[in-house]
């Protein structure tokens, strides 16, 4: 059991760390579109897509970033008694605490899979078949979701994202439980 949680580890891990390195330049992207953004409205005419674009390429730089941030262990704690914890209470407090993590991971994937599947165009009450279905075929995609903003994209990209994010952020979690795990049996990683 132990060699499966640690090859479950080290591909979750390695999956992530790419993938938070790479987003983690999505920074320069937002930066370039808040700067033409200025650009545009001080020497041309405005754009209508730059505020929502870059509240899109913010929300993939957060999403996306956060599973390798839980990782690194950058995340924010409460140090106050934590840091003066032995490593096996700590352990055992956050084995306590990412159980907490993964049952709110797991309403936030349903409830991001059943805001794509509407903006896709479904008003059923399986959003999971759903998106089975458009994958094998048997669904087609309905009238599709856009914005309200005078640009008017579509939302069902962003919202991809967003179901990408928070299950490698399941994931994530679910490697630092193994993690915790592990070390409870007095192993180490």
Do not use: H
Request: charged letters at 15%.
């Amino acid at each position: 059991m132990s060699r499966l949680m640690l090859g479950f580890i080290r591909m979750i891990d390695a999956a992530n760390y790419r993938i938070g390195r790479i987003a983690m330049y999505g920074i320069f992207v937002l930066m370039g579109i808040l700067l033409w953004s200025s650009i545009s409205k001080t020497f041309f005419l405005p754009t209508l897509w730059t505020l929502e674009m870059a509240q899109f390429v913010m929300v993939g730089y957060y999403i996306l970033g956060g599973p390798y941030s839980i990782q690194l262990g950058s995340n924010v704690r409460m140090d106050l008694l934590y840091g003066e914890w032995s490593m096996r209470k700590k352990a055992w407090f956050d084995l306590i605490t990412v159980l907490f993590l993964i049952f709110y991971l797991c309403v936030l994937v349903y409830g991001a899979v059943s805001s794509t599947a509407y903006s896709l165009g479904y008003w059923g009450t399986e959003p999971f078949s759903f998106l089975g279905g458009l994958v094998t075929g048997s669904e087609e995609v309905g009238r599709m979701e856009r914005s309200s903003s005078a640009w008017r994209p579509y939302m069902w990209p962003i919202k991809a994202v967003m179901i990408l994010g928070m299950f490698l952020m399941l994931l994530q979690c679910l490697s630092e439980l193994f993690k915790d795990v592990l070390r409870l049996k007095g192993e180490t990683i």
